[in-house]
């Protein structure tokens, strides 16, 4: 069955915008509307970190991308192994509503 090319999507991708911005931090607010990505670049002993870009989303497509980002994980790590994550091996600490006794 042949595809029909005028039902395609093209999507154009600027020189400019092929570079691509590195950031090494997100910071993620929403509304009942949408959903706000500020991607950040913090360096090493400056106390000012840089927004580089801001993503304004719906919480649909939101939520579309946390599906293809954790698709795209699990490819990533079934090629090339798990990706270690150091500060999530924080020891578990129970909260004062967790523990039970008599007083």
């Known amino acids: 069955m042949e595809q029909n090319r005028e039902n395609q999507l093209q999507i154009e991708l600027k020189e400019n915008i092929a570079e691509g911005v590195y950031a090494n931090l997100a910071i993620i607010a929403h509304s009942s509307s949408e959903f706000v990505i500020d991607f950040v670049r913090m360096m090493p002993g400056v106390a000012k970190a840089q927004v580089k ?30 990706i270690n994550m150091p500060e999530l091996r924080v020891p578990y ?3 004062m509503n967790d523990l039970k006794g008599d007083a």
Do not use: W
């Open 53 to 82: 870009s801001r993503i304004v989303m719906t919480p649909e497509h939101a939520k579309r991308l946390m599906f293809a980002l954790q698709d795209n994980i699990q490819k990533y790590e079934s090629q090339f192994g798990k």
């Open 93 to 95: 600490i129970p909260s």
